[in-house]
């Protein structure tokens, strides 16, 4: 399992090192086969009241799956990341679960998921009183072959309100979103 620890405005020193380790390596036991678990830590600086403390982690596994927990209601780092472990031990329950519900209906058990990350609203600039909106972050996304059960799966096991992913059905790329009525659509471009 390779573990990636990312900070920003935290002080990474030896004590918290070992306890994010010691606490990642536990996640082996529930969720076999983990490939890659990447450690976000940050604190942001308010100017009133007390700074607020982020940690993220998202796991993948050998196959592919990803899931992903945050908390941002701590004050400090270390209760943080132990909030975000517990909702991480939730979502592999759940996946599991699914898993369980799905190996009845398909041959295959589990299938190889893609994500995608929901960039961030861009920042407003004000140039000459005129408004201009910029890309703040571009990412690559490598698509796996899935169906659209499976895609609706990965979607909320993320907790995004889109997923794009190569439709294994279609032969062709595509986009699942959430409806306001609480269903589910896709899109399916084509070349003009």
Avoid: W
Avoid at 77 to 106: C, H, P, T
Avoid at 173 to 183: A, E, S
């Amino acid at each position: 399992m390779e573990l990636k620890i990312h900070t920003r405005n935290v002080d990474m020193n030896a004590r918290l090192q070992e306890h994010v380790e010691r606490k990642v390596n536990r996640l082996d036991r529930y969720l076999p086969n983990i490939h890659e678990v990447r450690v976000d830590l940050a604190i942001e600086r308010r100017k009133q009241g007390a700074d607020q403390c982020i940690a993220q982690l998202t796991v993948r596994n050998t196959r592919g799956v990803i899931l992903r927990s945050e908390d941002k209601k701590q004050s400090d780092v270390y209760a943080a990341l132990d909030m975000a472990l517990d909702k991480m031990y939730r979502q592999i329950e759940r996946y599991k679960g699914k898993n369980k519900r799905r190996s009845g209906r398909f041959a295959e058990t589990e299938a190889a998921f893609a994500t995608v990350e929901a960039a961030p609203i861009p920042a407003e600039e004000e140039e000459e009183e005129e408004e201009k909106l910029i890309i703040v972050r571009r990412k690559q996304v490598s698509l796996i072959p899935m169906s659209e059960e499976e895609a609706i799966d990965q979607m909320e096991l993320l907790g995004h309100n889109f997923f794009i992913f190569y439709n294994a059905e279609t032969a062709k790329v595509g986009v699942l979103y959430r409806r306001d009525d609480g269903n589910y659509g896709v899109l399916e471009p084509e070349v003009a």
